[in-house]
């Protein structure tokens, strides 16, 4: 399980943050840089200067920053990413209340699923900030609820010919998913994780997005699952009603 080094180094951390941020969702401006990581202002524009300068970055005609050529495309998602954090941050920071583990907002982009939103258990141990991380859909749980919210077709299109993959095996999973209404990854991505996913769905029943809780595997009790996914259900809920009637 992967936590935050005793000793990091929180310019670097900026840096690697901002260059994630150019690579997975496009165009930032200083201010926008300087709000998503929460510094001033100078010290975003100092930050991006220094990633123009490697090539991580590049600035446009109308002065804001795109990924460099250092930076290799990533898959983009077709989900709007702004909207998501801005409805549904405040109801992670719930579900963390109420659990007093991880909660994540994860998006579809092709075979994985991004981080676009974290909070942070108050535990001493826990899973730390994943945001602008990516994990492969079939494993995470976050990304198992997703696909099994699609049309069968859909998953066999994404994932036929890929010869690391189990499609008739990932079909039957998915197929309990659907009936369970959440998925699991029991220490799948990483040693020591075990997390529960719930599909957040557009108002036509499509897979927009998801909701996972993620806890270090020692604290996974079978018997807590009703109460978390219901936890998570909750949360869900919001988002989606949220998402349906805009401030």
């Given at each position: 399980?992967?936590?935050?080094?005793?000793?990091?180094?929180?310019?670097?951390?900026?840096?690697?943050?901002?260059?994630?941020?150019?690579?997975?969702?496009?165009?930032?401006?200083?201010?926008?840089?300087?709000?998503?990581?929460?510094?001033?202002?100078?010290?975003?524009?100092?930050?991006?200067?220094?990633?123009?300068?490697?090539?991580?970055?590049?600035?446009?005609?109308?002065?804001?920053?795109?990924?460099?050529?250092?930076?290799?495309?990533?898959?983009?998602?077709?989900?709007?990413?702004?909207?998501?954090?801005?409805?549904?941050?405040?109801?992670?920071?719930?579900?963390?209340?109420?659990?007093?583990?991880?909660?994540?907002?994860?998006?579809?982009?092709?075979?994985?699923?991004?981080?676009?939103?974290?909070?942070?258990?108050?535990?001493?141990?826990?899973?730390?900030?994943?945001?602008?991380?990516?994990?492969?859909?079939?494993?995470?749980?976050?990304?198992?609820?997703?696909?099994?919210?699609?049309?069968?077709?859909?998953?066999t299109a994404l994932y036929d010919g890929d010869a690391g993959i189990d499609l008739p095996r990932l079909?039957?999973?998915?197929?309990?998913?659907?009936?369970?209404?959440?998925?699991?990854?029991?220490?799948?991505?990483?040693?020591?994780?075990?997390?529960?996913?719930?599909?957040?769905?557009?108002?036509?029943?499509?897979?927009?997005?998801?909701?996972?809780?993620?806890?270090?595997?020692?604290?996974?009790?079978?018997?807590?699952?009703?109460?978390?996914?219901?936890?998570?259900?909750?949360?869900?809920?919001?988002?989606?009603?949220?998402?349906?009637?805009?401030?």
């Amino acid at each position: 399980m992967r936590n935050k080094p005793p000793y990091a180094l929180s310019s670097v951390d900026h840096a690697l943050q901002l260059a994630a941020l150019l690579q997975q969702e496009g165009p930032l401006r200083v201010t926008d840089a300087a709000e998503r990581l929460g510094v001033a202002v100078s010290t975003a524009h100092r930050l991006l200067a220094m990633l123009v300068y490697r090539d991580f970055a590049e600035q446009g005609a109308d002065r804001r920053y795109r990924p460099g050529k250092v930076l290799r495309p990533a898959e983009t998602t077709g989900a709007p990413v702004a909207l998501l954090r801005e409805v549904g941050l405040p109801e992670l920071r719930t579900l963390v209340e109420r659990t007093r583990e991880s909660a994540n907002l994860v998006v579809p982009a092709g075979a994985e699923v991004r981080f676009v939103a974290t909070a942070e258990s108050p535990q001493i141990l826990r899973v730390g900030d994943r945001v602008g991380c990516s994990l492969p859909a079939h494993q995470a749980s976050g990304g198992k609820a997703i696909l099994a919210a699609l049309p069968p077709s859909d998953v066999t299109a994404l994932y036929d010919g890929d010869a690391g993959i189990d499609l008739p095996r990932l079909r039957r999973e998915l197929a309990l998913v659907r009936k369970r209404g959440f998925a699991v990854n029991d220490q799948l991505t990483e040693t020591g994780l075990t997390a529960i996913g719930v599909a957040v769905r557009r108002a036509d029943g499509s897979p927009l997005a998801a909701v996972s809780l993620a806890m270090p595997t020692a604290r996974f009790d079978r018997d807590m699952v009703p109460a978390w996914v219901s936890a998570i259900s909750a949360a869900v809920t919001r988002i989606q009603a949220a998402l349906e009637h805009p401030a």
